[in-house]
């Protein structure tokens, strides 16, 4: 069906043809130094890119993650990657794939034009935004390791665990942001370019199933108890309602195949995710 | 279907037009005053934190941007307070409590729990987990239940470091009581824990199938310093009317100053005023409330917490807009009134109205710049849809102002001017 649409599209406008394609991976919440092996798999992120006319016209985003989507190690380092990999290789269509609090990173550039003289030339380029398992309305999760770590001394709360990344994805928090900085969501003037999510609605770790262990077994055992936090529809760490809540729904996982995509399995080559995703390219 | 946006293409080429002065002279019109919900200052006040951090080259140019919107795009520009439903509690306890016993009151069955150690940054969680297999509990009948026969799920901390490193600190652990546990009173014990050192845990009990949650907003999400907050608190419950025992609560800055809520003498809201002077942190501030009620002999535990963002009047819309057209580029020109150097940013949706006399959105636009202090302007470009037959009279809705560099919203307003460019 992708490719279906995506055929339909280079026929209606055949500039695109012409276009020079690329695509970048942005990672979610942590600090990447080697995200390609450390957060994509090397098998995800060179599947995908057989989807392009150039397969090295890929990039893979190193940024630190933990910090606010505004902060410059966050969305300065985004832009200061994706720009530098849309100059020295002459991309004219960029296409994003980002994945958990990636998405509000992003989407921080999307909705934020006027901060940086970088993000209008980034904005021009891109064709659209994949988003994979996007933490745009928060998790209860976030709140959850917020609160577990605060001290109850005067400024002890600032001093625990959660990162700064953490703590901005805490529900109210990023209802806060999307009602005041961020666009796409419900009653919000939609964003610049086309936001397409991809929601991940179970977690499955029975040692007896294969499919548990695509991504990783003992990755979906933490996620399992941790989808009881949330509401039913969700992938161990987002609501569907979370995934879903900026931009537009593109599918979900029960829609390409009978297994459900977990928080970790939605970035890694799980259940032909990364055949639809270089078939968008 | 897919669809990509191919106004990029002419945005670039309309600020020239827009630089070489090409535009018609425009018309005065002064801004309609703000309506209740709407975020403005009265006057603009020299932020009291000492220095805006560094901006980085690239934030130094004025930069323009807009795109079109789709006219059947449902855009509500009263954005209402964030309301927080909770059916959880936190408790901190002592490592000894473990051994006594902690009581947990419970609406009802398998809720789950989080245990979590306390550390400081710069110390080493160590072997401070409270592992499930350690556990026992005791219900209200006296059964004990030893280790997994209690639990229906389970997560050592092992495993919530493999799925979630970035989310929960190390030697947090989490379970799921079995239903067989039952509700109301239940006692944790905890075996085999550390008592080497006096530490204290911060034990989360989430009552997924709970029907009584708590409510709690505040008035507005945005407020300036020294300005009152107004908090409600409601109890949420399918069962009947729940009987709150207390109500306590604190406002708490993001440099961690804590403020106490006052309640009334029902129960259900508080006010708080903020302070004149606030910090450099950066991130909003925490509102959270801890109530206990009761419903009839079930006690009701529940904490609630939103955010709000303080900031400092800093710049504000002078109230002057002078409005110009040229073809498909339509500008309104705002006055600016700032205190204090830094980069402040516009932003506002422009709605036309269509052939059946309705208001359609058209365009959204933004603008930035580094200003000094004083009177200044700030030009929104908007570059109307090519395919519209929307047209004149304009408003300007969504209008807001920003001050970039302090990451504060000083003024938003649902309907900022109605104007017809056409129309003197």
């Given at each position: 069906m992708s490719r279906l649409i995506g055929s339909c599209f280079l026929f209606l406008f055949p500039a695109l043809l012409l276009a020079n394609t690329g695509v970048a991976f942005v990672h979610g919440t942590g600090k990447q130094t080697d995200a390609r092996n450390d957060y994509w798999t090397g098998a995800m992120v060179d599947s995908v890119r057989q989807g392009l006319s150039n397969s090295s016209n890929y990039t893979v985003i190193n940024c630190d993650f933990e910090q606010f989507m505004w902060d410059s190690d966050a969305a300065g380092c985004l832009a200061g990657q994706l720009l530098s990999f849309i100059n020295n290789r002459n991309i004219t269509d960029l296409v994003v794939i980002t994945h958990s609090n990636g998405g509000n990173v992003m989407r921080w550039i999307l909705s934020n034009p006027t901060t940086d003289s970088r993000f209008p030339q980034i904005i021009s380029k891109i064709r659209w935004v994949n988003a994979l398992a996007a933490s745009s309305l928060g998790t209860p999760l976030a709140d959850a390791a917020t609160e577990g770590n605060i001290f109850e001394q005067a400024v002890g709360w600032l001093l625990g665990y959660a990162s700064d990344a953490v703590k901005q994805q805490q529900v109210s928090w990023m209802a806060y942001y999307n009602s005041n900085y961020?666009?796409?969501?419900?009653?919000?003037?939609?964003l610049p370019v086309g936001f397409y999510n991809v929601v991940g609605s179970d977690v499955d770790s029975s040692p007896f199933d294969s499919d548990s262990y695509c991504g990783g077994y003992t990755l979906n055992v933490g996620l399992e108890v941790t989808q009881e936090w949330l509401d039913n529809c969700s992938d161990g760490f987002l609501n569907c309602t979370s995934q879903a809540g900026a931009g537009s729904v593109w599918f979900y996982d029960t829609q390409l195949s009978n297994e459900p995509l977990s928080h970790n399995q939605s970035r890694r080559k799980c259940f032909g995710l990364d055949v639809v995703l270089r078939n968008d390219l | 279907m897919k669809s990509q946006p191919f106004q990029n293409l002419v945005r670039w080429s309309t600020s020239l037009l827009l630089t070489a002065g090409l535009l018609t002279a425009g018309e005065d019109h002064n801004l309609?005053?703000?309506n209740q919900g709407d975020v403005a200052a009265t006057a603009v006040t020299r932020q009291t934190w000492k220095a805006a951090p560094a901006l980085p080259p690239t934030a130094r140019e004025k930069v323009h941007f807009?795109?079109?919107?789709?006219?059947?795009?449902?855009?509500?520009?009263q954005q209402p307070s964030h309301q927080t439903r909770s059916k959880s509690y936190r408790m901190?306890?002592?490592s000894a409590d473990f051994e006594k016993g902690i009581a947990l009151p419970l609406e009802t069955s398998r809720p789950l729990i989080k245990i979590s150690p306390q550390f400081s940054a710069d110390q080493l969680p160590g072997n401070?987990?409270?592992q499930p297999q350690d556990?026992?509990?005791?219900?209200?009948?006296?059964q004990v239940f030893r280790g997994a026969a209690g639990l229906d799920q389970l997560a050592a901390a092992e495993d919530l470091q493999r799925a979630h490193k970035n989310h929960f600190s190390p030697a947090t652990t989490i379970f799921k009581l079995a239903n067989a546990?039952?509700?109301q009173s239940v006692y944790l014990f905890a075996e085999n824990l550390d008592q080497g050192e006096p530490r204290r845990y911060v034990i989360q009990v989430f009552e997924k199938h709970a029907q009584i949650a708590l409510g709690l907003q505040s008035n507005s999400d945005t407020y300036f310093a020294g300005e009152d907050i107004l908090v409600n608190t409601t109890w949420i419950s399918?069962?009947?009317k729940v009987e709150t025992q207390s109500m306590s609560g604190a406002l708490i800055a993001p440099d961690g100053r804590r403020f106490d809520l006052n309640f009334d003498r029902g129960l259900q809201s508080a006010r708080v005023r903020l302070p004149q002077t606030l910090g450099a942190a950066a991130g909003l501030w925490r509102v959270e409330v801890q109530a206990v009620g009761r419903d009839g002999d079930t006690l009701i535990r529940r904490d609630a917490a939103t955010a709000i963002a303080v900031g400092e009047a800093g710049a504000r819309f002078s109230g002057d807009v002078v409005v110009a057209r040229d073809g498909d580029l339509l500008v309104a020109d705002l006055g600016i009134e700032t205190a204090g150097p830094g980069r402040y940013e516009a932003r506002a949706v422009l709605f036309g109205t269509d052939a059946e006399g309705g208001m359609v959105p058209l365009a959204v636009a933004h603008v930035a710049d580094l200003l000094d202090q004083g009177k200044q302007r700030l030009d929104l470009q908007f570059e109307l849809p090519a395919a519209t037959d929307a047209g004149a009279p304009y408003e300007l809705r969504d209008l807001r102002l920003i001050h970039q560099n302090a990451g504060k919203l000083l003024h938003r307003q649902g309907v900022g001017l109605r104007f017809d460019p056409d129309q003197p």
């Open positions: 961020l666009y796409g969501t419900s009653g919000r003037p939609s | 309609l005053p703000p807009s795109w079109p919107l789709a006219a059947d795009e449902s855009i509500d520009t901190l306890v002592e401070y987990a409270v556990l026992m509990l005791v219900n209200k009948s006296g546990v039952g509700h399918e069962l009947g």
